[in-house]
């Protein structure tokens, strides 16, 4: 074998972790995967459990003593606001898209550390949206298309 094309070799191995790591019992290889940034899984165009995000219309709703204060479509425009490197945008582009499927205690644990962070009390995201209202509570909704009428899936969040 030409030794000239093991790089090769051991490029294609790595860049199958995530695949073989869909596997029940192999989450280690996965995880081992997204580690070296190098195994990609493209799940952008797949269902997550049961939804399609990508055929559906994203909302940013703020609200103050239980009344809306700002309703916003999160538009390509808006989202072009976001600031920093793609692996800081992915998070809250991920945030806006799969936010309300997540249900696990863990995954919601997790959601409303970052919505709080981005949002409440001036966070970054409300500063680079230029949102400029008094607000005590985030909640983004995703309008899937792919049920006629549209079914909304929503999450809150209370700020501190």
């Known amino acids: 074998m030409n030794s000239r ?14 695949v073989f790591g869909m596997i029940p019992g192999f989450s280690a290889l996965r995880g081992l995967g997204l580690a070296t940034v190098a195994s990609p899984l493209p799940l952008v165009f797949s269902h997550f459990r049961g939804n399609e995000t990508f055929n559906a219309d994203f909302y940013l709703k703020l609200f103050k003593d239980n009344h809306e204060v700002y309703g916003q479509k999160i538009t390509p425009k808006l989202y072009s606001q976001l600031l920093g490197p793609y692996n ?3 998070v809250f582009g ?13 995954e919601r644990e997790l959601l409303n550390t970052i919505l709080k962070n981005a949002f409440c009390n001036n966070g970054p995201l409300a500063r680079e949206f230029s949102i400029d209202v008094t607000f005590d509570a ?8 792919m049920n ?13």
């Open 94 to 106: 991920a945030v806006f898209a799969y936010g309300p499927y997540l249900n696990q205690p863990q």
């Open 148 to 160: 006629t009428p549209p079914k909304p899936h929503e999450i809150k969040v209370m700020c501190p």
């Open 88 to 90: 800081r945008r992915n």
């Open 138 to 145: 985030v909640q983004i909704v995703v309008l899937s298309k």
């Open 5 to 18: 094309r093991w790089p090769y070799y051991i490029l294609i191995f790595v860049g199958l972790f995530q």
